[in-house]
Each structure stands twice: as C-alpha cells, then as structure tokens.
C-alpha cells in the first residue's frame, strides 16, 4: 500500500524568503507520480507541481520547485521569495499504482499548513 | 481560474432532503472524479468515472449516489444525509488513464460545502 508523509502540520516563513515544505512517501511500485497542491481556505485545490518517477531532473514551476531525491524517497516542495498569499494548506499527493488505477486517483499526505509572516 | 466548476458553492440540506451537487469541465478529460474533504483532514477519494462508467466506488454508501451524463458533467446525488456528511466536497478531472511518462495533471474545482442539519 501507498503512502504519503508530511511531518510539519504547520510552518511559518518570514515574507520573501524561501521555505522547505518536506513529504515523504512510499510505494513498491516503480512507476509513480508525485504531485504538489496548494489549498487556500477558501477550498480549491490548486495544482502547483509535478515530478514523475522517472524524470530524471527535478520540477520547476515558477518560484516552486521540487526537490526529488528518489533514493530517500522524499519530494519536497521549495518555495523561493514568500509572498503574503502563499499562505494556505499545502498537500503532497501521489498517484495510485496504474494496476489499479482507471484514471489518476491520488493518495495525500496529511498536510502542512504554511504561514506567511508580513 | 478553475477549469472545473462545481456549484453550489454552499449547501444546507436536511437530513430528509435530496439535493445534487454538479460538476463541469471543458477540458476534455475523460476521468473526472468526486473526492470528499473533512475539516484538517487531506481529500479522500469517493468515485472515479472512467470514459463515463463509473470505474470507483470507494465503498461510499448509496445515500450519496454519483451520475456522469456526459464527458463534461459529473452529478452527485445527495438523499437522507447525516450531519457527519457534512464536508467539503472536490470535483476533479483528468486526461484519463495516463502513460507511465505523462503527468496527467488531476485539476480540482472549488469544491462545494456542505452542510446537514
């Protein structure tokens, strides 16, 4: 069975600079997709990166990046220059096994929720 | 903007009504999927629509009872509810089933609150 750590139920990060947000996950399988999501509190889920198994480098989208260290098997979400509004619910998510899997259902971490200090 | 639109965006229902919480996209994806969200608690998944047949069904109980009339529109049926139901409940979609080496981004609406009284 798959399944997805993420061990900082909370952070805060002072306003422009970067933060770490760290997930860990397991699975036999050695295809898999690994996604980042952030969630304000208003409820929508937004996708923010994706890393595959078998990329061979890391993510980036924008000021998030995703550190991919396949042998740990950890995906952490960095987030350069913080703004105010990246404050939120940030989830690490993983695909199912294909075996199993009629579309892309995902597996989430537990998540973290990110604070942004003015 | 959300590519998936979920409405209502509220909902307070009794625990006798039966209401519908409806789901659009117009991205062609062929998979669209209902997840429900508790409070500080990650989504978990409820159904998955393969192609429009329902290919999912997370042992979910038929008080909540999904519909994909076409490949764009993703119903859920709601009937005699109980207040532990209440949640946030997340629509999402994606391309289908993917290749080993394509991302196939899920992306979720808004999502719709829901409240049993």
């Known amino acids: 069975a798959q399944k997805i750590t993420q061990t900082q139920p909370g952070m805060f990060v002072q306003e422009k600079e970067a933060v770490t947000l760290d997930c860990t996950y397991d699975t036999s399988d050695p295809s898999y997709g690994l996604f980042w999501y952030k969630q304000p509190s208003s409820g929508e889920m937004i996708f923010l990166i994706y890393?595959?198994?078998?990329?061979?480098q890391n993510a980036t989208e924008g000021r998030y990046s995703l550190n991919f260290q396949k042998a740990r098997k950890s995906a952490n979400l960095v987030i350069s220059a913080s703004q105010l509004g990246d404050s939120a619910m940030y989830f690490c998510a993983m695909r199912e096994p294909f075996a199993r899997n009629a579309g892309n259902m995902l597996t989430f971490g537990g998540g973290t929720r990110l604070m942004v200090k003015p | 903007d959300t590519e998936v639109t979920q409405t209502p965006k509220h909902l307070v229902m009794g625990m006798t009504n039966k209401k519908s919480l409806k789901c659009e996209q117009h991205?062609?994806?062929?998979?669209m999927y209902w997840y429900k969200q508790k409070a500080k608690k990650p989504p978990e998944l409820m159904f998955v629509y393969s192609y429009e047949k329902l290919s999912i069904n997370e042992s979910v109980p038929s008080r909540f009872s999904p519909e994909c009339p076409n490949s764009s529109l993703l119903n859920l049926h709601l009937h005699a509810l109980q207040p532990e139901d209440s949640a946030l409940y997340l629509c999402a979609s994606s391309q289908g089933r993917g290749g080993r080496r394509s991302g196939n981004t899920i992306y979720f609406g808004e999502g719709s609150w829901l409240t049993v009284v």
């Open positions: 991205m062609g994806h062929r998979a």
């Open positions: 890393q595959g198994s078998y990329d061979q």
